[in-house]
Protein backbone atom coordinates (compact mmCIF):
# COMPACT_ATOMS: atom_id res chain seq x y z
CA UNK A 1 0.00 0.00 0.00
CA UNK A 2 1.33 3.34 -0.92
CA UNK A 3 1.82 5.56 2.22
CA UNK A 4 -0.42 8.80 2.42
CA UNK A 5 -0.65 11.48 4.67
CA UNK A 6 -3.28 9.93 6.91
CA UNK A 7 -1.70 6.36 6.89
CA UNK A 8 1.39 7.67 8.50
CA UNK A 9 -0.37 9.64 11.09
CA UNK A 10 -3.01 6.71 11.94
CA UNK A 11 -5.37 7.12 14.77
CA UNK A 12 -4.14 8.54 18.09
CA UNK A 13 -4.47 5.27 19.73
CA UNK A 14 -5.38 2.01 18.87
CA UNK A 15 -6.03 -0.02 21.58
CA UNK A 16 -9.09 -1.66 22.55
CA UNK A 17 -12.06 -0.53 24.67
CA UNK A 18 -12.68 -4.57 25.72
CA UNK A 19 -8.98 -4.30 27.22
CA UNK A 20 -9.99 -1.94 30.14
CA UNK A 21 -11.92 -2.53 33.33
CA UNK A 22 -15.30 -2.13 33.31
CA UNK A 23 -16.66 0.95 34.96
CA UNK A 24 -19.04 1.22 38.10
CA UNK A 25 -22.38 2.81 37.22
CA UNK A 26 -23.45 4.83 39.33
CA UNK A 27 -21.48 7.52 41.78
CA UNK A 28 -21.95 5.67 45.07
CA UNK A 29 -20.15 2.65 43.17
CA UNK A 30 -17.40 4.78 41.88
CA UNK A 31 -16.85 6.29 45.71
CA UNK A 32 -16.67 2.82 47.45
CA UNK A 33 -14.11 1.29 44.77
CA UNK A 34 -12.23 4.77 44.51
CA UNK A 35 -11.66 4.54 48.27
CA UNK A 36 -11.07 0.59 48.43
CA UNK A 37 -8.40 0.71 46.63
CA UNK A 38 -4.49 0.58 47.18
CA UNK A 39 -3.88 4.44 46.15
CA UNK A 40 -1.15 3.54 43.96
CA UNK A 41 -3.78 1.35 41.86
CA UNK A 42 -5.68 4.33 40.94
CA UNK A 43 -5.92 4.24 37.13
CA UNK A 44 -7.97 7.35 35.85
CA UNK A 45 -7.33 6.63 32.15
CA UNK A 46 -10.16 4.11 31.59
CA UNK A 47 -12.48 5.55 29.11
CA UNK A 48 -15.27 3.84 30.32
CA UNK A 49 -15.03 5.65 33.83
CA UNK A 50 -15.53 8.68 31.50
CA UNK A 51 -18.57 7.40 29.56
CA UNK A 52 -20.24 6.32 32.72
CA UNK A 53 -19.40 9.33 34.19
CA UNK A 54 -17.82 8.68 37.78
CA UNK A 55 -14.83 9.45 37.13
CA UNK A 56 -15.39 12.61 40.53
CA UNK A 57 -14.42 9.98 43.41
CA UNK A 58 -11.40 8.84 41.69
CA UNK A 59 -9.96 12.14 41.29
CA UNK A 60 -11.43 13.55 45.02
CA UNK A 61 -9.11 10.72 46.13
CA UNK A 62 -6.40 11.80 44.34
CA UNK A 63 -6.53 15.46 44.78
CA UNK A 64 -6.87 14.76 48.68
CA UNK A 65 -4.01 12.22 48.96
CA UNK A 66 -1.60 11.79 46.24
CA UNK A 67 -2.09 14.92 44.16
CA UNK A 68 1.04 14.14 42.13
CA UNK A 69 0.36 10.29 41.49
CA UNK A 70 2.46 7.91 38.83
CA UNK A 71 0.92 5.18 37.39
CA UNK A 72 2.85 2.32 35.37
CA UNK A 73 -0.26 1.78 32.60
CA UNK A 74 0.02 -1.06 30.80
CA UNK A 75 -1.45 0.46 27.99
CA UNK A 76 -0.29 3.96 28.03
CA UNK A 77 3.35 3.68 29.63
CA UNK A 78 4.19 5.42 32.72
CA UNK A 79 2.40 8.56 33.09
CA UNK A 80 1.85 10.89 36.17
CA UNK A 81 -1.86 12.37 37.03
CA UNK A 82 -1.54 16.11 38.16
CA UNK A 83 -4.64 16.84 39.99
CA UNK A 84 -4.46 19.96 41.93
CA UNK A 85 -5.49 23.18 40.07
CA UNK A 86 -2.36 24.90 41.69
CA UNK A 87 0.02 22.23 40.43
CA UNK A 88 -1.78 22.00 37.12
CA UNK A 89 -0.71 26.13 36.69
CA UNK A 90 2.64 25.25 37.42
CA UNK A 91 2.93 22.54 35.00
CA UNK A 92 1.32 24.69 32.30
CA UNK A 93 3.02 27.96 32.38
CA UNK A 94 6.32 25.71 32.93
CA UNK A 95 7.16 25.27 29.04
CA UNK A 96 10.50 24.55 29.44
CA UNK A 97 10.71 21.39 31.63
CA UNK A 98 7.19 20.57 30.31
CA UNK A 99 7.28 20.00 26.75
CA UNK A 100 3.94 19.98 24.22
CA UNK A 101 6.17 18.54 21.23
CA UNK A 102 4.49 16.09 18.80
CA UNK A 103 8.37 14.67 18.57
CA UNK A 104 7.94 13.80 22.22
CA UNK A 105 4.31 12.53 22.23
CA UNK A 106 2.29 15.62 22.16
CA UNK A 107 -0.54 16.92 23.88
CA UNK A 108 -2.69 14.13 25.02
CA UNK A 109 -1.97 10.81 27.37
CA UNK A 110 -1.97 8.21 23.95
CA UNK A 111 1.03 9.63 22.30
CA UNK A 112 4.05 8.18 22.62
CA UNK A 113 6.22 9.81 20.34
CA UNK A 114 7.27 6.25 18.73
CA UNK A 115 4.47 3.99 17.38
CA UNK A 116 3.22 5.91 14.71
CA UNK A 117 4.56 9.90 13.23
CA UNK A 118 2.85 12.37 15.61
CA UNK A 119 0.65 14.80 13.54
CA UNK A 120 2.57 18.27 13.71
CA UNK A 121 0.45 20.96 14.87
CA UNK A 122 1.24 24.30 16.99
CA UNK A 123 -0.73 23.09 20.43
CA UNK A 124 1.74 20.28 20.08
CA UNK A 125 5.13 22.62 19.43
CA UNK A 126 7.04 24.63 21.75
CA UNK A 127 8.60 28.12 21.32
CA UNK A 128 9.84 29.58 18.92
CA UNK A 129 7.92 28.05 16.28
CA UNK A 130 4.26 27.66 18.32
CA UNK A 131 4.61 31.45 18.84
CA UNK A 132 4.62 32.63 15.06
CA UNK A 133 2.35 29.49 13.76
CA UNK A 134 0.02 30.85 16.48
CA UNK A 135 0.10 34.31 15.73
CA UNK A 136 -0.41 33.92 11.89
CA UNK A 137 -4.09 32.15 13.10
CA UNK A 138 -5.31 34.81 15.96
CA UNK A 139 -6.75 37.28 13.70
CA UNK A 140 -10.00 35.23 12.97
CA UNK A 141 -10.78 35.24 16.61
CA UNK A 142 -9.52 38.66 17.24
CA UNK A 143 -12.09 41.25 18.39
CA UNK A 144 -12.93 42.74 15.26
CA UNK A 145 -13.43 39.28 13.56
CA UNK A 146 -16.04 38.72 16.37
CA UNK A 147 -17.74 41.39 15.76
CA UNK A 148 -18.42 40.50 11.91
CA UNK A 149 -19.28 37.19 13.23
CA UNK A 150 -21.68 37.71 15.95
CA UNK A 151 -24.40 38.86 13.35
CA UNK A 152 -23.97 35.92 11.19
CA UNK A 153 -23.70 33.84 14.41
CA UNK A 154 -27.00 35.05 15.65
CA UNK A 155 -28.94 35.35 12.41
CA UNK A 156 -28.03 30.91 12.31
CA UNK A 157 -29.05 30.34 15.45
CA UNK A 158 -32.16 31.84 15.82
CA UNK A 159 -32.74 30.35 12.31
CA UNK A 160 -31.83 26.84 14.21
CA UNK A 161 -33.99 27.45 17.24
CA UNK A 162 -37.24 28.48 14.54
CA UNK A 163 -36.83 24.82 13.12
CA UNK A 164 -37.23 22.88 16.15
CA UNK A 165 -40.14 20.27 16.55
CA UNK A 166 -42.23 21.61 19.59
CA UNK A 167 -43.62 19.23 22.07
CA UNK A 168 -42.16 15.90 20.48
CA UNK A 169 -38.65 14.66 21.69
CA UNK A 170 -35.58 15.08 19.91
CA UNK A 171 -31.59 15.14 19.59
CA UNK A 172 -30.54 18.31 20.78
CA UNK A 173 -27.03 17.22 19.59
CA UNK A 174 -27.84 16.84 16.41
CA UNK A 175 -30.37 19.39 15.85
CA UNK A 176 -28.70 22.16 17.79
CA UNK A 177 -25.07 21.73 18.89
CA UNK A 178 -23.40 19.96 15.85
CA UNK A 179 -25.48 22.33 13.86
CA UNK A 180 -24.28 26.25 14.99
CA UNK A 181 -21.14 25.11 15.62
CA UNK A 182 -20.36 23.12 11.89
CA UNK A 183 -21.57 26.50 10.80
CA UNK A 184 -18.92 28.43 12.72
CA UNK A 185 -16.23 26.09 11.68
CA UNK A 186 -17.46 26.57 8.05
CA UNK A 187 -17.36 30.05 8.15
CA UNK A 188 -13.95 29.98 9.68
CA UNK A 189 -12.14 27.81 6.94
CA UNK A 190 -14.66 29.15 4.29
CA UNK A 191 -15.76 25.48 3.86
CA UNK A 192 -18.89 25.22 1.87
CA UNK A 193 -22.04 25.21 4.21
CA UNK A 194 -23.93 22.15 2.41
CA UNK A 195 -20.86 20.33 3.49
CA UNK A 196 -20.40 21.64 6.99
CA UNK A 197 -21.38 18.27 8.74
CA UNK A 198 -18.06 16.97 6.67
CA UNK A 199 -16.49 18.87 9.53
CA UNK A 200 -18.21 17.80 12.61
CA UNK A 201 -17.36 14.19 11.47
CA UNK A 202 -13.87 14.84 10.76
CA UNK A 203 -13.67 16.18 14.02
CA UNK A 204 -14.78 12.74 15.80
CA UNK A 205 -13.06 10.90 13.95
CA UNK A 206 -9.99 12.61 14.62
CA UNK A 207 -9.61 12.21 18.24
CA UNK A 208 -11.50 8.13 17.77
CA UNK A 209 -10.31 5.12 19.32
CA UNK A 210 -11.47 2.31 16.92
CA UNK A 211 -13.91 0.36 18.71
CA UNK A 212 -15.41 3.18 20.16
CA UNK A 213 -18.59 3.80 18.80
CA UNK A 214 -17.39 6.42 15.81
CA UNK A 215 -15.20 4.33 13.73
CA UNK A 216 -14.28 0.33 13.84
CA UNK A 217 -10.88 0.00 12.75
CA UNK A 218 -7.16 2.13 12.41
CA UNK A 219 -7.90 1.81 8.51
CA UNK A 220 -11.62 3.50 8.72
CA UNK A 221 -9.53 6.08 10.41
CA UNK A 222 -6.81 6.45 7.47
CA UNK A 223 -9.32 6.29 5.02
CA UNK A 224 -12.33 9.07 6.44
CA UNK A 225 -9.15 11.18 7.34
CA UNK A 226 -7.51 10.73 3.75
CA UNK A 227 -10.75 12.36 2.73
CA UNK A 228 -10.49 15.20 4.73
CA UNK A 229 -6.72 15.77 4.01
CA UNK A 230 -7.56 15.76 0.78
CA UNK A 231 -9.98 18.45 0.57
CA UNK A 232 -8.08 20.34 2.91
CA UNK A 233 -4.91 19.85 0.65
CA UNK A 234 -7.14 20.95 -2.33
CA UNK A 235 -7.94 24.18 -0.74
CA UNK A 236 -5.03 25.35 0.35
CA UNK A 237 -4.07 25.54 -3.11
CA UNK A 238 -7.20 27.21 -4.40
CA UNK A 239 -6.60 29.47 -1.32
CA UNK A 240 -2.88 30.06 -2.66
CA UNK A 241 -4.36 31.40 -5.54
CA UNK A 242 -7.00 33.69 -4.13
CA UNK A 243 -7.30 34.39 -0.41
CA UNK A 244 -10.03 35.18 1.25
CA UNK A 245 -10.08 36.29 5.09
CA UNK A 246 -10.07 32.51 6.50
CA UNK A 247 -7.86 30.11 8.38
CA UNK A 248 -6.61 28.04 5.36
CA UNK A 249 -5.47 31.40 3.49
CA UNK A 250 -3.92 32.43 6.72
CA UNK A 251 -1.78 29.47 6.73
CA UNK A 252 -1.06 29.36 2.82
CA UNK A 253 0.10 33.03 2.73
CA UNK A 254 1.42 33.66 6.75
CA UNK A 255 5.29 34.55 6.17
CA UNK A 256 6.11 31.81 8.37
CA UNK A 257 3.61 29.26 7.51
CA UNK A 258 3.42 29.31 3.59
CA UNK A 259 6.20 27.04 3.36
CA UNK A 260 5.06 24.37 5.92
CA UNK A 261 4.59 20.72 4.59
CA UNK A 262 1.75 19.24 3.63
CA UNK A 263 1.87 17.33 6.99
CA UNK A 264 2.04 20.60 8.91
CA UNK A 265 -0.92 21.43 7.20
CA UNK A 266 -3.08 18.76 7.72
CA UNK A 267 -1.72 18.77 11.50
CA UNK A 268 -3.19 22.12 12.14
CA UNK A 269 -6.12 21.60 10.11
CA UNK A 270 -6.79 18.78 12.82
CA UNK A 271 -5.89 21.06 15.30
CA UNK A 272 -7.85 23.94 14.70
CA UNK A 273 -11.52 21.55 13.67
CA UNK A 274 -11.04 19.52 16.48
CA UNK A 275 -10.51 22.71 19.22
CA UNK A 276 -13.11 24.81 17.86
CA UNK A 277 -16.01 22.16 17.03
CA UNK A 278 -16.17 19.44 19.98
CA UNK A 279 -15.26 21.64 22.58
CA UNK A 280 -18.01 24.37 21.89
CA UNK A 281 -20.64 21.55 20.83
CA UNK A 282 -20.49 19.84 24.18
CA UNK A 283 -20.78 22.43 26.28
CA UNK A 284 -23.78 23.34 24.56
CA UNK A 285 -25.26 20.09 24.88
CA UNK A 286 -24.27 20.26 29.13
CA UNK A 287 -25.33 23.53 29.47
CA UNK A 288 -28.96 22.67 28.42
CA UNK A 289 -28.25 19.36 30.70
CA UNK A 290 -26.71 21.08 33.65
CA UNK A 291 -29.65 23.43 34.07
CA UNK A 292 -32.08 20.58 33.90
CA UNK A 293 -30.21 19.03 36.65
CA UNK A 294 -30.48 22.14 38.38
CA UNK A 295 -33.64 23.62 38.06
CA UNK A 296 -33.38 26.19 41.05
CA UNK A 297 -30.14 27.41 38.87
CA UNK A 298 -32.66 27.26 35.20
CA UNK A 299 -35.71 29.36 36.80
CA UNK A 300 -32.97 31.80 38.31
CA UNK A 301 -31.78 32.48 34.65
CA UNK A 302 -35.28 33.05 33.87
CA UNK A 303 -35.56 35.77 35.97
CA UNK A 304 -32.13 36.89 35.43
CA UNK A 305 -31.29 36.93 31.64
CA UNK A 306 -28.40 38.88 32.30
CA UNK A 307 -26.46 35.88 34.27
CA UNK A 308 -26.46 34.32 30.48
CA UNK A 309 -22.21 35.28 30.16
CA UNK A 310 -22.11 34.07 33.92
CA UNK A 311 -23.55 30.95 33.20
CA UNK A 312 -21.59 29.93 30.07
CA UNK A 313 -18.48 30.46 32.15
CA UNK A 314 -19.65 28.18 34.38
CA UNK A 315 -21.16 25.37 32.20
CA UNK A 316 -17.45 25.60 30.71
CA UNK A 317 -16.13 24.80 34.01
CA UNK A 318 -18.58 22.13 35.14
CA UNK A 319 -18.12 21.03 31.46
CA UNK A 320 -14.82 20.76 31.51
CA UNK A 321 -15.22 20.08 27.73
CA UNK A 322 -10.88 19.12 27.41
CA UNK A 323 -10.74 16.20 30.39
CA UNK A 324 -7.10 16.54 30.11
CA UNK A 325 -3.69 17.87 27.92
CA UNK A 326 -0.51 16.04 28.57
CA UNK A 327 3.25 17.56 28.51
CA UNK A 328 6.49 15.16 28.57
CA UNK A 329 9.23 16.57 31.32
CA UNK A 330 12.50 17.37 29.03
CA UNK A 331 14.82 16.54 32.43
CA UNK A 332 13.95 15.20 35.76
CA UNK A 333 11.85 17.45 37.60
CA UNK A 334 10.98 17.40 41.44
CA UNK A 335 7.50 18.48 41.44
CA UNK A 336 5.39 18.13 44.27
CA UNK A 337 7.60 15.44 46.37
CA UNK A 338 8.15 13.26 43.48
CA UNK A 339 10.82 12.86 41.03
CA UNK A 340 9.14 13.51 37.35
CA UNK A 341 11.86 11.26 35.01
CA UNK A 342 13.17 12.64 31.92
CA UNK A 343 10.39 11.37 29.18
CA UNK A 344 7.72 10.56 31.31
CA UNK A 345 3.87 11.62 30.70
CA UNK A 346 2.43 14.40 33.11
CA UNK A 347 -1.10 14.96 32.46
CA UNK A 348 -3.07 17.82 33.14
CA UNK A 349 -6.06 16.80 34.91
CA UNK A 350 -8.43 19.94 34.29
CA UNK A 351 -11.44 17.78 34.97
CA UNK A 352 -10.26 17.27 38.42
CA UNK A 353 -8.81 20.78 38.76
CA UNK A 354 -11.71 22.39 38.04
CA UNK A 355 -13.15 20.51 40.94
CA UNK A 356 -10.76 21.52 43.70
CA UNK A 357 -12.22 23.06 46.47
CA UNK A 358 -9.04 25.18 47.66
CA UNK A 359 -9.53 27.37 44.50
CA UNK A 360 -13.09 26.81 43.64
CA UNK A 361 -16.13 27.59 46.62
CA UNK A 362 -18.42 24.41 46.14
CA UNK A 363 -17.10 23.13 43.47
CA UNK A 364 -19.28 19.95 42.92
CA UNK A 365 -22.16 22.59 42.30
CA UNK A 366 -23.39 24.29 39.20
CA UNK A 367 -24.00 27.94 40.09
CA UNK A 368 -24.16 30.45 37.41
CA UNK A 369 -23.89 33.24 39.83
CA UNK A 370 -20.30 32.94 41.06
CA UNK A 371 -18.05 35.52 41.72
CA UNK A 372 -15.65 34.75 39.62
CA UNK A 373 -17.09 32.47 36.93
CA UNK A 374 -13.64 32.35 34.44
CA UNK A 375 -11.55 31.14 37.41
CA UNK A 376 -12.20 27.67 35.63
CA UNK A 377 -9.27 26.16 34.50
CA UNK A 378 -10.97 24.82 30.89
CA UNK A 379 -9.15 26.81 29.16
CA UNK A 380 -5.65 25.84 30.26
CA UNK A 381 -2.83 28.17 31.25
CA UNK A 382 0.33 29.86 29.93
CA UNK A 383 1.16 29.91 25.89
CA UNK A 384 -1.16 27.41 25.11
CA UNK A 385 -4.50 28.78 26.66
CA UNK A 386 -7.47 28.39 24.35
CA UNK A 387 -6.69 30.99 21.42
CA UNK A 388 -10.76 30.43 20.76
CA UNK A 389 -11.79 31.08 24.05
CA UNK A 390 -13.70 34.48 23.27
CA UNK A 391 -15.43 32.37 20.08
CA UNK A 392 -16.64 29.75 22.46
CA UNK A 393 -18.12 32.09 24.54
CA UNK A 394 -19.86 34.11 22.47
CA UNK A 395 -21.73 31.19 20.77
CA UNK A 396 -23.11 30.25 24.23
CA UNK A 397 -23.97 33.28 24.42
CA UNK A 398 -26.06 34.09 21.67
CA UNK A 399 -27.72 30.49 21.33
CA UNK A 400 -28.43 31.52 25.23
CA UNK A 401 -29.81 34.75 24.49
CA UNK A 402 -31.94 33.44 21.38
CA UNK A 403 -33.22 30.69 23.42
CA UNK A 404 -34.54 32.37 25.92
CA UNK A 405 -36.25 34.76 24.00
CA UNK A 406 -38.06 31.80 22.53
CA UNK A 407 -38.34 29.15 25.39
CA UNK A 408 -38.71 29.27 28.78
CA UNK A 409 -38.07 25.76 29.11
CA UNK A 410 -36.00 23.12 27.41
CA UNK A 411 -36.71 19.54 28.92
CA UNK A 412 -34.19 16.45 28.80
CA UNK A 413 -36.43 13.44 28.57
CA UNK A 414 -33.89 10.93 29.27
CA UNK A 415 -30.04 9.94 30.37
CA UNK A 416 -27.10 11.40 27.89
CA UNK A 417 -25.15 9.23 25.41
CA UNK A 418 -21.55 9.89 26.76
CA UNK A 419 -18.81 9.29 24.84
CA UNK A 420 -15.55 7.02 25.42
CA UNK A 421 -12.67 9.05 25.77
CA UNK A 422 -10.37 10.43 28.44
CA UNK A 423 -9.52 13.80 25.93
CA UNK A 424 -13.30 14.65 25.03
CA UNK A 425 -15.75 15.20 27.28
CA UNK A 426 -19.00 15.00 25.33
CA UNK A 427 -22.18 13.42 24.12
CA UNK A 428 -23.01 11.77 21.28
CA UNK A 429 -26.97 12.37 22.09
CA UNK A 430 -29.28 14.09 24.64
CA UNK A 431 -33.47 13.86 23.98
CA UNK A 432 -34.91 17.03 24.97
CA UNK A 433 -38.33 18.23 24.53
CA UNK A 434 -39.67 21.93 24.05
CA UNK A 435 -43.43 21.82 25.65
CA UNK A 436 -46.17 23.21 24.06
CA UNK A 437 -47.30 26.48 24.96
CA UNK A 438 -50.46 26.44 27.29
C1 LIG B 1 -6.10 25.24 22.90
C2 LIG B 1 -10.07 24.23 25.45
C3 LIG B 1 -12.84 26.30 22.02
C4 LIG B 1 -8.95 26.54 19.18
C5 LIG B 1 -6.93 24.81 23.88
C6 LIG B 1 -6.49 24.19 25.11
C7 LIG B 1 -7.61 23.89 25.81
C8 LIG B 1 -8.75 24.34 25.05
C9 LIG B 1 -7.67 23.19 27.15
C10 LIG B 1 -5.04 23.88 25.49
C11 LIG B 1 -4.55 24.79 26.60
C12 LIG B 1 -3.20 24.43 27.16
O1 LIG B 1 -2.54 23.49 26.70
O2 LIG B 1 -2.81 25.16 28.08
C13 LIG B 1 -11.15 24.73 24.75
C14 LIG B 1 -12.52 24.74 25.25
C15 LIG B 1 -13.30 25.33 24.30
C16 LIG B 1 -12.43 25.68 23.18
C17 LIG B 1 -12.92 24.21 26.61
C18 LIG B 1 -14.78 25.59 24.28
C19 LIG B 1 -15.55 25.66 25.32
C20 LIG B 1 -12.03 26.58 20.96
C21 LIG B 1 -12.45 27.18 19.72
C22 LIG B 1 -11.35 27.21 18.90
C23 LIG B 1 -10.23 26.67 19.65
C24 LIG B 1 -13.86 27.67 19.39
C25 LIG B 1 -11.22 27.68 17.47
C26 LIG B 1 -11.43 28.71 16.96
C27 LIG B 1 -7.86 26.22 19.96
C28 LIG B 1 -6.49 26.22 19.46
C29 LIG B 1 -5.66 25.87 20.53
C30 LIG B 1 -6.55 25.64 21.66
C31 LIG B 1 -6.05 26.56 18.05
C32 LIG B 1 -4.13 25.77 20.56
C33 LIG B 1 -3.54 27.01 21.21
C34 LIG B 1 -2.04 26.98 21.37
O3 LIG B 1 -1.43 25.91 21.36
O4 LIG B 1 -1.45 28.06 21.47
N1 LIG B 1 -8.32 24.90 23.87
N2 LIG B 1 -11.15 25.29 23.50
N3 LIG B 1 -10.68 26.30 20.88
N4 LIG B 1 -7.85 25.87 21.28
FE1 LIG B 1 -9.49 25.70 22.43
Known amino acids: MTETLASKAGPPVS???SQFPEAPRTIEEARADAYSKRIEDIDVANPKLFHNDVIG??????????PVHRFDSPMY???WSITRYSDIMAVDTNHKQFSSEASLGGITLFGNGQDRAPLPMFIAMDPPKHDVQRKTVQPIVAPGNLKILEPLIRTRAAAILDSLPIGVEFDWVDKVSMELTAMTLATLFEFPQEH?????????????VPGGGVIDTPEQWVEEMGECFTTFQALWHERAREPGNDLVSMLAHGPETRNMPPFE???????LIVGGNDTTRNTITGSVLALNQNPDQYAKLRERPDLIPSMVSETIRWQTPLAHMRRTAVEDVEFGGKTIRKGDKVIMWYISGNRDASMIEHPESYLIDRARPRQHISFGYGIHR?????????QLQIIWEEIMKRFPVIEVTGEPERVYSTFVRGYRTLPVRIPKKH
Open 77 to 79: GTY
Open 196 to 208: RRKLTRWSDVATA
Open 15 to 17: YNL
Open 265 to 271: FQGNVIL
Open 386 to 394: CVGNRLAEL
Open 57 to 66: PYFERLRNED
